[in-house]
T-cell receptor
Framework: AQSVTQPDIHITVSEGASLELRCNYSYGATPYLFWYVQSPGQGLQLLLKYFSGDTLVQGIKGFEAEFKRSQSSFNLRKPSVHWSDAAEYFCAVGAVKAAGNKLTFGGGTRVLVKP | DTGVSQDPRHKITKRGQNVTFRCDPISEHNRLYWYRQTLGQGPEFLTYFQNEAQLEKSRLLSDRFSAERPKGSFSTLEIQRTEQGDSAMYLC????????????????FGPGTRLTVL
């Protein structure tokens, strides 16, 4: 069974500082990997995704993530955080060949941005 | 707006009542998913449809829950005899299953229906 772990429940970062959110997954084959962001009371917005190829993927809002197969990780980074980045971030894994390709999400990391 | 829409956005009900939620996916999407998100947790898969066929149901979906997608377009999720433990955000997502190209199961989510059971 696939699973996702986001070790950090909360992260506080100063505006302008860099941000890194950790994600570790467990899946027996080639995964699809995603990062979503959720603002309070809102649905999920896709930031970026990894299917294959270049292990460093660029997303929206200046985010990037690096897939490291040897570490089963897909960490999200942003060089300089803006106050509007305060939200909850979810890492998710989807099976490449399983029927339906349902997503399995981590527990989320809530990011607080200090002025 | 051509995104996924859900109705209602909020529902407050008393324990034991039945509730029904609606999801309208992106028009050309043939797959539709339901997820449940409880406070402080990530979304959990409930069920999904490909066109009108319900192809998978999670064990989280007790016999009080039923979902339909009768014409392969919008979907409804009904909860009978609601319990306080059903209080959660119910998220709908849709995607396009395209055999010709790798779409990577990019799912587009709606804003969710927040259910509160008193």
């Amino acid at each position: 069974a696939q699973s996702v772990t986001q070790p950090d429940i909360h992260i506080t970062v100063s505006e302008g500082a860099s941000l890194e959110l950790r994600c570790n997954y467990s899946y027996g084959a080639t995964p699809y990997l995603f990062w979503y962001v959720q603002s309070p009371g809102q649905g999920l917005q896709l930031l970026l995704k990894y299917f294959s190829g270049d292990t460093l993927v660029q997303g929206i809002k200046g985010f990037e993530a690096e897939f490291k197969r040897s570490q089963s990780s897909f960490n999200l980074r942003k060089p300089s955080v803006h106050w509007s980045d305060a939200a909850e971030y979810f890492c998710a894994v989807g099976a490449v060949k399983a029927a339906g390709n349902k997503l399995t999400f981590g527990g989320g990391t809530r990011v607080l941005v200090k002025p | 707006d051509t995104g996924v829409s859900q109705d209602p956005r909020h529902k407050i009900t008393k324990r034991g009542q039945n509730v029904t939620f609606r999801c309208d996916p992106i028009s050309e999407h043939n797959r539709l998913y339901w997820y449940r998100q409880t406070l402080g947790q990530g979304p959990e898969f409930l069920t999904y449809f490909q066109n009108e066929a319900q192809l998978e149901k999670s064990r989280l979906l007790s016999d009080r829950f039923s979902a339909e997608r009768p014409k392969g377009s919008f979907s409804t999720l009904e909860i009978q005899r609601t319990e306080q433990g059903d209080s959660a955000m119910y998220l709908c997502a849709s995607s396009l299953r395209d055999r010709g190209r790798v779409k990577g199961n990019e799912q587009f989510f709606g804003p969710g229906t927040r259910l509160t059971v008193l």
